[in-house]
């Protein structure tokens, strides 16, 4: 199990596809769009990884839109695909980014690992030096349609509603409960790991000491989870938010399950390390939680269409598809790779961070 500075949320931010409602993971979602478990989309044998949607940027290419699938998302949506770009802490190699990888349509940023989602439903990993099981992708890893990506461990979720886990077991959060099924969106982060079920209803495994599966009684109409370091949050269709878990000394001094009052109108969740962002209908972030980086402390004026919440930074993706980040930055993940555009997804991961860049069309 990492260490709680380098553990982190894991978890993509997309904008969401056609119709497609329920989401799941940390950290996306499209602006102007409240998803409602009535249209969401369900698991279906035959579909394949879901694509993107958003509004049309001049600096992206023709037929081109971008794209926040969050990297917990399941979607029945056309794909639209690209190569990654990588910046930030590279000590286990999560920043090495494979020569050749093409058709990507969604990827998930764990602690010292990086994996990524191909339009064919086969999942590629790298990074993980000091821990070399989360990147090796089990063989009944085929047919996926959503990845996650926890500190040490991996999540799939497949287009027949079940999920399958691998890496760092030491808590029980790669293994799924043996009944879970029709799963339409997972989430993973630290050693917890936590899945959307058609009926929006959630389920959550693995490390439960500071209450991070402790899912509330009655919890229902939920449209979106996205899992932090040691607690989780649940998007509902009334465009609120609940949080649970946060029993450790520290998140209870940041209040980083402390749902700000009066907060509606959220369309994305995405939890961080002891952070939290939420996008809004309008197109503006909220954040709260621990500060101590400037995590929190939103750039003014900012509209965006994603969001994803790292170890102690911070990303948003733009309509135009330029990426704003804030926040700590001492392994360089607070720095854009120059010329970065054309970006279709993005996510955060414990200090590194990853991009999908569109392919030409």
Known sequence: MATRRQALCGLGGFILTGALAITVAACSGLAGTTPTPSTAASPAAGSGP???????????????????????????????????????????????????????????AGDDFSMALKSD???????????????????????????????????????????????????????????????VGIGAAGSHAIALKSDGTVVAWGDDSNGATDVPTGLKNVVQVSAGYDFSLALLSDGTVVAWGDKYPTDVASGVVKVPAGLSGVTAISAGFAHNLVLKSD???????????????????????????????????????????????????????????????????????????????
């Open 50 to 108: 879901p694509g993107s949607r958003g509004t049309v940027a001049p600096s992206i290419p023709a037929g081109t839109t971008p794209s926040a699938r969050p990297s917990g998302m399941a979607s029945s949506a056309p794909v639209q695909s690209g190569t990654v770009v990588a910046w930030g802490d590279d000590s286990s190699g999560e920043t090495d980014v494979a020569p050749g990888l093409t058709g990507v349509v969604a990827v998930a």
């Open 121 to 183: 439903g086969t999942v590629t990993a790298w990074g993980g030096a000091n821990d070399p099981a989360e990147t090796q992708i089990p063989v009944s890893a085929t047919n996926v349609r959503a990845i996650s990506a926890g500190s040490n461990f991996g999540l799939a979720l497949k287009v027949d509603g079940t999920v399958v886990g691998w890496g760092d077991n030491s808590d029980s959060e790669s293994t799924p409960p043996a009944s879970l099924s029709n799963v």
């Open 283 to 361: 197109g503006t972030v909220v954040s709260w939680g621990g500060n101590n980086d400037g995590e929190t402390t939103v750039p003014p004026g900012l509209h965006a269409v994603a969001i994803a919440a790292g170890g102690n930074f911070s990303l948003a993706l733009k309509a135009d598809g330029t990426v704003v980040v804030w926040g700590g930055n001492e392994s360089g993940q607070a720095t854009l790779p120059a010329h970065l555009s054309n970006v279709i997804a993005i996510d955060a991961g414990g200090s590194h961070a990853l991009a999908i860049v569109a392919s030409a069309s």
